[in-house]
């Protein structure tokens, strides 16, 4: 009886170390096949996300991506026949990740060698800009806007210092910001970019069609619409992530100017200029940076060279942008 009952026993001792041992197993494999939440919860943190390229920001052309973006942009232009400053101020903001809303507005002072010195405000300027990247490394970007015709200088008997101010502004900024110093005009644009952006470099292209209807002023701008035209190209190199230098071969062309033409003077029609210069690239938090530049521009041929009949411009710029 004894025997039996201690068979019994063993019997029982047998069977609960099955039962434990079954218990561990299905335990284990309970863990192998947990949620994946729960496994990547517990597995080392993911790589970080790749680095974005550097991009060398162009001077007088259109930033490539859609940003949260306010800009100081000031030049200062000297020339045989007059000084000129326009201060311009630029605020972008993006209502989708690529699409920005962009303000624009200036003020701009210019003193001729002979006559009255002036001060005018300039036109205000409304658009929207699309950014599309094409691949890792090309991207493309599309604008379309419109200049506001409400600068000072304008309309029918216009104060004479402010309008040659104005005048002034548009050699001021290389040809490249005609629309914002033709008083009488109101001017719908479209315009396009595509660049290659990696390995420390940026090769940028841009195109923009300008077309000024006339608003006012009839007495004083005769031309009821004018057609402008305008190139750029920018290249920019890193040597270092805090500092770029890059350098912009610009063109303008007027497809229709009544006014130019009248006067047959070949010159007037269009405009080379090359600018150049460093950027620096601060980097305040996550999202905030501050990236100042100056550059120097030089007319290449009439009107604005150093040819004989040129004006001989030579253009310092201090930008300072700052992203947030």
Same mark, same amino acid.
């Given at each position: ?13 047998? $069977?609960?170390? /099955? ?24 597995? *080392? ?6 680095? *974005? ?38 605020? +972008? ?18 003193? *001729? ?39 000072? /200088?304008? /309309?029918?008997? *216009? ?83 805090? $500092? ?33 210069? &460093? ?19 030089? /007319?290449?041929? +009439? &009107?604005?060279?150093? +040819?004989?009949?040129? +004006?001989?411009?030579? $253009?310092?710029?201090?930008?300072? &942008?700052?992203?947030?």
């Amino acid at each position: 009886m004894r025997s039996q009952k201690s068979g019994l026993v063993r019997r029982m001792s047998l $069977l609960s170390c /099955g039962v434990v041992a079954c218990l561990s197993i299905a335990t284990s494999a309970r863990a192998e096949t947990a949620s994946p939440a729960a496994t990547e919860a517990s597995a *080392p943190t993911a790589a970080a996300k790749p680095t *974005p390229p550097r991009y060398s920001m162009p001077w007088l052309m259109r930033p490539l991506a859609a940003a949260n973006l306010v800009r100081l942009d000031m030049m200062y232009a000297t020339s045989k026949v007059t000084d000129t400053l326009p201060i311009l101020v630029l605020g +972008s903001y993006k209502i989708r990740p690529n699409l920005a809303a962009i303000v624009r507005l200036g003020i701009i002072h210019n003193k *001729p060698a002979t006559g009255e010195a002036g001060t005018s405000l300039t036109n205000g300027a409304l658009g929207v800009l699309y950014a599309l990247p094409i691949t890792t490394n090309v991207k493309s970007s599309f604008f379309v806007g419109s200049t506001i015709p409400f600068g000072q /200088g304008g /309309g029918k008997d *216009p104060d004479a210092a402010a309008r040659a101010a104005n005048l002034a502004g548009i050699f001021a900024r290389a040809s490249m910001d005609n629309a914002l110093f033709q008083m009488n005009y109101l001017t719908p644009m479209v315009g396009a970019d595509i660049g290659y952006v990696g390995n420390d470099m940026t090769v940028q292209l841009e195109a923009t069609m300008l077309e000024l209807i006339r608003v006012r002023g009839e007495s004083v701008d005769k031309d009821a619409t004018r057609t402008n035209l305008m190139f750029a190209m920018h290249a920019g190199y890193f040597p270092i992530p805090q $500092l770029s230098f890059g350098a912009e071969l610009r063109y303008q062309v007027w497809l229709s100017n009544g006014t130019i033409e009248k006067k047959n003077d070949a010159k007037l029609l269009d405009n080379w200029t090359f600018g150049f210069g &460093p950027r620096a690239h601060f980097k305040l938090n996550e999202k905030m940076w501050l990236r100042p530049g100056v550059s120097l521009t030089m /007319g290449l041929d +009439s &009107p604005t060279g150093f +040819s004989g009949t040129g +004006s001989e411009y030579k $253009l310092v710029q201090v930008d300072v &942008p700052f992203f947030f």
